[in-house]
């Protein structure tokens, strides 16, 4: 995309992750001021669209000039912009570019068919919700700066900051401009102390390996830190199905299993480890635990930190009891 010439007078840019929509945006927009860097940039927002303006901005101008019109948020248009978008759609645009923003769903879905049958560049925006994902983003985000990180630090970083992926694009920058080298999980744990160590997953991994006095005091920790007890019981239901899966999976390379169970590496090889003196009833006993801790922590019980703590010491203990025998 670095040269204006490869860019159809339509770009159509879909998806609902924003960090990334915004980047190819940056992107087309950088692409195309490359060979018109006069070009006047016209940003409409669907909400806000008052009708007749997209068809105004694009006719030619008598001035002449290069206009790039960029309309935001389709997938919230009222009808006038759809009706308006559909008529300009019939023509070709002259001395135009038009980049058209799309979340998702049906709306204004006959633009999206019109646009893609005219040969608009598609660029894809989908959402990063999985662990694999998002550790794919983070270790491509150093990739793009030509820094190295490593995999213990991609799981610190996910589980400081990877809520949100804007949140997570920043403290990737954040760590690729103040600092130098190699980044590992105890620079990552220098820039986000804080939210690592009440983290979750830390009581989850403490827990799993059956280690109370560690699991209880970080929990304690977490709850003093202002952490609600439904994310905790999230993140140990996940991590404990995370163990469940891979152990029931068999042997095999890490990377061949994170394909097969749709995880990252890293994660595979974690969960692994955490497998090991676990057996099936006991992990389902201990995955039952959580269920009803999940059960309380919404609504079903008195005490919401109770529950989360009372399911950590059964986790505990199912650590710790003897092997089923068949």
């Known amino acids: 995309m670095n040269e204006s010439s490869a860019l159809p007078q339509l770009v159509l840019i879909t998806g609902p992750e924003r960090v990334l929509a915004q980047r190819a945006l940056s992107h087309v927009l950088e692409a195309l001021g490359s060979s018109h860097p006069d070009a006047e940039v016209i940003r409409l927002d669907a909400l806000e669209y008052e009708p007749g303006r997209l068809t105004m901005d694009l006719s030619p101008s008598l001035f002449g000039g290069h206009r790039v019109v960029v309309v935001r948020d389709l997938d919230e248009a009222t009808d006038p912009l759809v009706d308006e978008l559909s008529d300009v759609l019939k023509h070709p645009l002259d001395d135009a570019h038009l980049v058209v923003l799309h979340k998702g769903g049906n709306r204004a879905k006959r633009v999206l068919d019109a646009m893609k049958k005219a040969k608009a560049h598609v660029i894809e925006a989908p959402a990063m919700k999985s662990d694999r994902d998002k550790s794919a983003f983070i ?25 949100d992926t804007s949140e997570l694009a920043a403290a990737c920058k ?3 401009d103040d600092t130098t080298g190699v980044v590992d999980e ?11 160590e009440a983290t979750g997953f830390r009581v989850a ?3 799993i390996a059956g280690n109370a006095p ?25 991590q404990l ?10 042997g095999g390379r890490s990377a061949e299993l994170a394909k097969q169970l749709g995880m990252p590496p890293w994660q595979v090889d974690r969960a692994r480890g955490a497998s090991r003196g676990w057996d ?3 992990l389902g006993r201990a995955i039952q635990t959580v269920a009803a801790a999940d059960f309380a922590v919404k609504g ?5 930190q109770y529950a989360v703590e009372h399911a950590v010491l059964e986790i505990c203990k199912q650590r710790h009891a003897p092997p089923e025998r068949g």
């Open 214 to 238: 560690e699991a209880l005091r970080l929990l304690r920790h977490a709850f003093a830190s202002g952490l609600d007890p439904v994310p905790v019981v999230a993140v140990l239901a996940s």
């Open 300 to 304: 079903g019980g008195r005490d919401p």
């Open 205 to 207: 991994d403490a827990a």
């Open 139 to 163: 270790t491509n985000e150093f990739r793009i700066a030509r820094r190295k990180i490593t995999p213990e630090a991609v799981r610190a970083l996910l589980e400081a900051a990877g809520k």
């Open 280 to 282: 099936g009833v006991r």
């Open 174 to 176: 954040q760590l690729v």
């Open 241 to 250: 199905r995370q163990v469940a899966k891979v152990a029931s999976a068999g």
């Open 186 to 196: 105890n620079v990552v744990a220098t820039y986000h102390s804080g939210k690592v």
